[in-house]
């Protein structure tokens, strides 16, 4: 059974950056197309990158909002995925989920964590 | 980027009404088409993925339907427990966007 856990969010200031990591269990991130996706208070999710596996060439894409300033990583000896983000303005407060991306959908979700940019 | 819209908004239902839900995209995205089940305080949870697709363990009262532009999700006698916010999302193109959403309460 597949298994994602989110952590390292929490408060931060407007311009600041913050890691994410999403620990993984069940599969191996080498070898799966992980996506990132946030969800502002109140809002519908938002889609907001993704890694593909790494043979299938490991390459990363963004939405536009993030383009930039986050990352997509792995780091394939402890299974983990990572979000990296730089220049965090108010805009990208969420709670930021980490899922797998099979069949174009995304089929298994973490429990999510909590980011807030705020002075 | 794709937009999606989604109709209603929210509607109202009582346990075993058949619900429909629409979604609709403003280019044709062929079948790329996923619908989510979102509760509160909850990951969203797959239904369907390439507009028909049953997502293994979804039970069969979810079915979805449509290509191109215009999409259904029905749910066939619906059940307590989803009373929930669905959303549909696009994945013919990055960034893979996401319906507003539909919330389904109780009549």
């Known amino acids: 059974e597949v298994h994602l856990v989110e952590s390292g969010g929490g408060l931060v200031k407007p311009g600041g950056s913050l890691t994410l990591s999403c620990a993984a269990s069940?599969?191996?991130?080498?070898?799966?197309?992980m996506t990132w996706v946030r969800q502002a208070p109140g809002k519908g999710p938002e889609w907001v990158g993704r890694?593909?596996?790494?043979?299938?060439?490991?390459?990363?894409d963004y939405a536009a909002p993030v383009k930039g300033r986050f990352s997509i990583s792995r780091d394939d000896s402890i299974n983990t995925l990572f979000l990296h983000m730089n220049s965090l303005k108010s805009d990208d407060t969420g709670v930021y989920y980490c899922?797998?991306?099979?069949?174009?959908?995304?089929?298994?979700w973490g429990q999510g964590t909590l980011v807030t940019v705020s002075s | 980027d794709i937009q999606m819209t989604q109709s209603p908004s929210s509607l109202s239902a009582s346990v075993g009404d058949r619900v429909s839900i629409t979604c609709r995209a403003n280019?044709?995205?062929?079948?790329?088409l996923n619908w989510y089940q979102q509760k509160p305080g909850r990951a969203p949870k797959l239904l369907i993925y390439h507009a028909s697709s049953l997502q293994s363990g979804v039970p069969s009262r979810f079915s979805g339907s449509g290509s191109g532009t215009d999409f259904t999700l029905t749910i066939s006698g619906l059940q307590p427990e989803d009373f929930a916010t669905y959303y549909c999302?696009?994945?013919?193109?990055?960034?893979?966007?996401f319906g507003p959403g539909t919330k389904v309460d109780i009549k």
């Open positions: 890694i593909k596996s790494k043979p299938d060439g490991g390459t990363s």
């Open positions: 999302q696009q994945s013919f193109n990055t960034p893979f966007t």
């Open positions: 899922s797998t991306e099979e069949s174009a959908a995304g089929k298994n």
């Open positions: 069940g599969l191996s991130v080498t070898n799966a197309w």
């Open positions: 280019q044709n995205i062929r079948f790329f």
